[in-house]
C-alpha cells in the first residue's frame, strides 16, 4: 500500500473532492490485509452508510469481517456533552443555582467552539478506547473521515486548547478548595481525623471537591491522551484529499500550514479523479488544466508525497467501485 499508514488516521480535504470514497476505500484495502479497522465520519453530511446501504449510528456497526463502521451524531454528542459539563458545573455551585447553570448551557448550545468541543471529547473516547495505551487495543486502525477543511483544522487545533482551559479550571479549583479549607479550620472544623472529616464525619464539601478534581482530571486526560496521538508521527497521520484543480490545490495548502502547525504529521496528498491522458481532445485539455495545478501543487508543498488516483468511468459511491479503488492505493 502506498500511502503513509499509521494506526489513526484522518482524511481531509475541500467538500466534494472525495475524502469519503478515498477512506473507505483505504479502510477496505487494510481489512483485506488483515487488519481490524474502524471507519468513523465525523461530516454532518454522512455519506458512508449510502455507501454500505445501512443505517448507521453513534456505535460501531460491523459491516464486513474486520470492519466496523460509524457516523458520529453531531446533536447527540453536543447533548450528551452539555449533559456531562452540566453535571460539573451543578457540583461546583449552590442548589439555588442549578436553574440559571441550565439556562446558561441552553443558550451555549449554539455558541461557537460547541459543536467543536463536544466532538473533540467523542473523538478522544473513540481513539482512547480503540488504540489507547491503556485499552486492549480494539482495532488496528481508526480512520476518520472528516468534515471539509476549515471545520476539521479548528478541531484538531483544539486539544491543546481544551487542555489549557482544563488546567485552568484544575487551577481556580485548587484555589478554591484551599480558601475553603482554612475558613472551615477557622470555624472549628476538621475535628477528629484530617481535612476530610468535621466533627467526626466525612466533610460532604471536600467530598465534592473532590469529585469534581475527578471529572476535571478525566477531562484533561482525554484531551492529553488524543493530543500525544494526534502529535505521534508514528501513531497518525493526516491524509489531504484534493482534485488538480487550482481551488482545492490552494485550500489544500491552507490546510497542510494548519495541520502541521498544530504539530500532526501529513502522510500524503490522495489526488483524485485525474483524467486519462489518452482520452481525446476533451481529456487532454482537462489533463493541461490539471497539469497546471499539480506544478502550482508542487511548488506549494513540494515535500510531501503524492498519490495519484484515476477519474473512473463508473459511479463511485457503491460498495463495488471502493474494491477498485483500494486496489489502486
Known amino acids: 500500500m502506498l500511502l503513509a499508514i499509521a494506526p489513526v488516521m484522518f482524511f481531509g480535504g475541500k467538500g466534494g473532492v472525495g475524502k469519503t470514497t478515498v477512506s473507505a476505500a483505504t479502510a477496505v484495502r487494510l481489512t483485506h490485509d488483515g487488519a481490524r479497522v474502524l471507519l468513523v465520519s465525523t461530516d454532518p453530511a454522512h455519506n458512508l452508510g449510502h455507501i454500505w446501504s445501512a443505517k448507521l449510528s453513534d456505535t460501531p456497526t460491523q459491516l464486513e469481517p474486520g470492519l466496523d463502521v460509524m457516523e458520529l451524531d453531531p446533536a ?73 477543511s476549515g471545520h476539521t483544522s479548528r478541531l484538531l487545533a ?90 482545492p490545490v490552494m485550500e489544500s495548502a491552507e490546510l497542510y500550514r494548519d495541520i502541521t502547525g498544530s504539530g500532526i504529521r501529513v502522510g500524503s496528498l490522495v489526488i483524485n479523479r485525474r483524467s486519462p491522458d489518452d482520452g481525446g481532445e476533451f481529456t487532454a485539455a482537462r489533463r493541461k488544466v490539471e497539469q497546471e495545478a499539480l506544478s502550482l501543487l508542487d511548488a506549494l508543498l513540494p515535500a510531501v508525497p503524492t498519490r495519484e488516483l484515476p477519474w473512473l468511468p463508473g459511479e463511485i459511491g457503491t460498495r463495488a467501485a471502493l474494491g477498485e479503488i483500494a486496489a489502486l492505493l
Open 158 to 247: 483544539m486539544p491543546e486548547l481544551m487542555s489549557a482551559y482544563t488546567d485552568g479550571l484544575l487551577e481556580r479549583r485548587a484555589a478554591s478548595d484551599k480558601f475553603s479549607r482554612a475558613a472551615r479550620g477557622l470555624g472549628g472544623g476538621s475535628r477528629g481525623g484530617g481535612a476530610n472529616i468535621v466533627d467526626g464525619r466525612e466533610d460532604p464539601v471536600e467530598r465534592r471537591n473532590q469529585q469534581i478534581r475527578s471529572v476535571l482530571y478525566k477531562r484533561r486526560r482525554k484531551f492529553e491522551v488524543l493530543r500525544s496521538v494526534l502529535t505521534d508521527p508514528a501513531a497518525c497521520a493526516f491524509h489531504i484529499v484534493l482534485t488538480a484543480e487550482r481551488l
Open 76 to 148: 447527540a454528542t453536543t447533548d450528551r456533552h452539555l449533559r456531562q459539563v452540566g453535571q460539573t458545573m451543578r457540583a461546583m455551585m449552590p442548589e439555588r443555582m442549578h436553574r440559571e447553570v441550565d439556562k446558561h448551557l441552553e443558550l451555549s448550545r449554539n455558541s461557537p467552539g460547541m459543536h467543536e468541543a463536544a466532538m473533540l471529547e467523542r473523538i478522544a473516547e473513540v481513539v482512547d478506547a480503540g488504540v489507547g495505551a491503556e485499552s486492549s487495543a480494539t482495532y488496528d486502525h481508526i480512520i476518520f473521515d472528516t468534515a471539509p
